[in-house]
C-alpha cells in the first residue's frame, strides 16, 4: 500500500518528507518522489526502487524549501504519482500531487483538454488529478477552492496532498475515501496517509473525516468540509511511543511484533475485567445490557486476517454467550442481500478501521436495521466513528505488511466480548467466570513460553524453504488458525500454501500431496472438552494416513502430547490451555516458522511483494 508526507514549517522539507517515507515502507513499494517548494517554483525528485535511490537524488540535487509533498507507491500498479512533464504542456504546469490511491476516471478531464481521449489510456490517473486541478484553476483563485472544486470529478477512493508554484508555504489536502491525518506541531505541521510517519514530530493529530479538505502551513490548520464551510475536528492525542514505530533492534518488523504479541494481548485486556470476580466490563460497547439480551444473532465481518479472527470468534461467542454468530467476508457481505433487523447486531473488525469493505458493509448492516460495533487499533478511525461503540485492541503500531500483534489482539478483544455477553444473557455462572478470567490472564505468558521455540522453528524453516508448496490442516478452532498460517506463508516466503479443514483431506487435497511435501497439522488438544477430545483422535487417524502418503508432516501439539510423535516427522509442542484461547498460542510457532523461511528464501520480509493492507473497494 502506498502513502504520502506532507511537511509545512521551518525545516528543510526534504529531509522530514525523506523521513516520513521511510516509516511508510512498510506497505511495500518500488518507486519514490517528492516536492518541494520555494520563491514560486516546485522542485521534484523521483528515484526507482527503494528510498535510498530518492535520498541519493536529493543529496546530488538537493530540493530546498520549508513546504514539501512526497510518496512511496508500486509503479507497476496504478501511477499514483502525478508527474505533469510527461504531457506535452508540461511547462505550463505549475502544481504536484501526491496521491494515495487511485482518483478514478475524471471523466470531466478528458473531455476539457485537446486530444483528451487519445491520452487517457497512456495517462496515470494521477497525472491527470494534477492536470485537473491546474486545468480548472480560475485566475486568482485560492489554491483551496481549486482542490475542492476538483475534487467533485474524483469518483475513486483516495487522499491526495497537492502544492502550487504560486502559494508556496501551503499544502492542501482532501480525504476521499482513504484515511488521513493531520499532524499539529510547533510552527510546524504535517499530513499523512498514516501516523507513523509523524509521530516523531508530533503526537497531537486530526484524523480528517471522508469529504474534508485541510489547508496545513506553518502558522496552522484549517479544515473544510465539502462544502468549503470551515469545520471542527477532534484533536487526538496519541499514546503510542515513537519507539514502538522502531526495529529496536530486530532485523525486521514482523519478527519484532511477533515477540510483542504478550504486550498486546496484556494491553488489550488491561482494565477491563475484575481478576478477582471474571466480570468483564465494556462500557465503550455503546449497547445496554437489555439490547445485549434481546439479539437474536450476530454478523460478524471482517478482511484478510481480520476475517480469519472473526472465525474464532464465533466458536468463542456461540460457546460462552449460546448466541448463533454468522461470519462473512466484508466484500461478499456488501454484495449479499442479508437477513438483518434490529435484534441482530453486527461486528465488524479491522485493524485500521478504514478498511473500505468493511466500512460499506457496517454502512449497509445500519441501513437494515442493525446497530454495529467496531473492533480496532485506532480509537479515532471512521469505523469506530460510524459505530455505536468499539472494542479498541491496543496493539500499537503494527508495521510490518502481515498482521500478527494485531490479529492476536483481535482474539483477546473477541474474547472479552463473548465473556461479556455471555455474563449478560446469564450463559456464564460466576465460577466459570473467574476460569475464563485465568485463562486469558495466563495467556500472555503462555504466548512467552511459545516464542521459545523459535530455535526451532527456524531449523524447520530451511527445510520448508524449499518446498514448492504447503498445506495446512485443522479442526474446528485450528482451522482458523491454519488459514492465517497459510496466508502468512504465502505472503512471507512466496510459498504457495492452502488451508483444509482437517475432516475435508480425503474430497480434493489428499490428491495433491506429494512426497515430502510439507503438511501442517494443527493437532493440540482441550482434554476437559469432548467434543477437543473427539476431534483430536480423528486428527491424529489422518496424521497417520498423511505419513503414509509419504508427506513430510509437522504437528503442533501440546507439550503432554506422547502419542503424536509416533507419526509425524516432527512435533513442535506448544503450551496447551483450554480452547478457543488455544488458538492464540498454537499461530505462534506456525508465526516464526512463516517468518524463517522468508527470510531464508531471501524474501523481504517487511515488504512482501504486492502486499498491503487493503483499504480500497473490491
Known sequence: MPGIVGYAGRKQAALVVLEGLRRLEYGGYDHAALAVSSSRRIQFRHASGTLRNLETSVRLNPARGTTGIGQIRWSRRAQLWASPERHG??????????????????????????????????????????????????????????????????????????????????????????????????????????????LRHTREMIQLENGDLAVVTVRGVVVMDGRGRRVSRTVHHVLWDPMMAEKSGYQHFVLKEIYEQPRAIRDTALGRMDEGTGRVVLDELGVTLPELRQIRHLNVIGSGSSWHAALLAKSAVERLARVH?????????????????????????????????????????HELGSGSIAICNAAESTMAHNARGAIHTNAGPELAAVSTKGFTAQLAAFYLFAMYLGQAR???????????????????????????????????????????????????????????????????AHVPAEACPAGELPQTPAALIN????????????????????????????????????????????????????????????????????????????????????????????????????????
Not at 483551496?144 to 475513486?156: K, L, Q
Not at 447486531?345 to 469493505?357: C, M, Q, R, Y
Open 89 to 198: 504542456d508540461a511547462q505550463h504546469l505549475s502544481v504536484r500531487v501526491a496521491v494515495d490511491g487511485s482518483p478514478g476516471t475524471l471523466d470531466t478531464l478528458w473531455e476539457r483538454i485537446p486530444n483528451g481521449a487519445s491520452q487517457r489510456e497512456a495517462t496515470p490517473a494521477s497525472d491527470a488529478l494534477a492536470l485537473l486541478v491546474q486545468t480548472i484553476r480560475r485566475p486568482g483563485e485560492s489554491l483551496e477552492e481549486t482542490v475542492r472544486r476538483a475534487a467533485r470529478h474524483v469518483d475513486g477512493i483516495c487522499t491526495f496532498a497537492v502544492i502550487a508554484a504560486d502559494e508556496p508555504g501551503k499544502i492542501v489536502a482532501v480525504r476521499l475515501g482513504r484515511p488521513a491525518v493531520v499532524g499539529l506541531g510547533m510552527q510546524e505541521n504535517f499530513v499523512a496517509s498514516d501516523k507513523p510517519p509523524i
Open 426 to 492: 446469564g450463559t456464564l455462572d460466576a465460577k466459570q467466570s473467574k476460569l475464563l478470567a485465568r485463562d486469558i490472564l495466563e495467556l500472555p505468558r503462555l504466548v512467552e513460553r511459545a516464542l521459545e521455540l523459535a530455535g526451532q522453528c527456524e531449523r524447520l524453516a530451511n527445510q520448508l524453504a524449499h518446498a514448492g508448496k504447503a498445506l495446512y490442516l485443522g479442526r474446528g478452532v485450528h482451522f482458523p488458525i491454519a488459514l492465517q498460517a497459510a496466508r502468512m506463508l504465502s505472503e512471507l
Open 325 to 365: 454468530v454468522n461470519v462473512a467476508v466484508s466484500s461478499e457481505f456488501r454484495y449479499s442481500d442479508p437477513v438483518i433487523d434490529e435484534q441482530v447486531l453486527t461486528l465488524v473488525v479491522s485493524k485500521s478501521g478504514e478498511t473500505a469493505d468493511t466500512l460499506a458493509a457496517q454502512q449497509l448492516a
Open 515 to 618: 512426497p515430502g511435501m510439507p503438511v501442517v497439522v494443527l493437532a493440540t488438544v482441550d482434554r476437559e472438552l469432548p467434543s477437543s477430545r473427539l476431534r483430536y483422535e480423528r486428527t491424529l487417524a489422518q496424521v497417520r494416513d498423511l505419513t503414509s502418503q509419504r508427506g513430510w508432516v509437522i504437528c503442533i501439539a501440546g507439550e503432554d502430547d506422547d502419542t503424536v510423535g509416533d507419526y509425524a516427522h516432527e512435533v513442535v509442542r506448544v503450551p496447551t490451555m483450554r480452547e478457543p484461547l488455544q488458538a492464540a498460542v498454537s499461530h505462534i510457532p506456525l508465526q516464526l516458522l512463516a517468518y524463517y523461511t522468508g527470510v531464508q528464501r531471501g524474501c523481504d520480509v517487511d515488504h512482501p511483494r504486492d502486499v498491503g493492507r487493503s483499504v480500497t473497494t473490491t
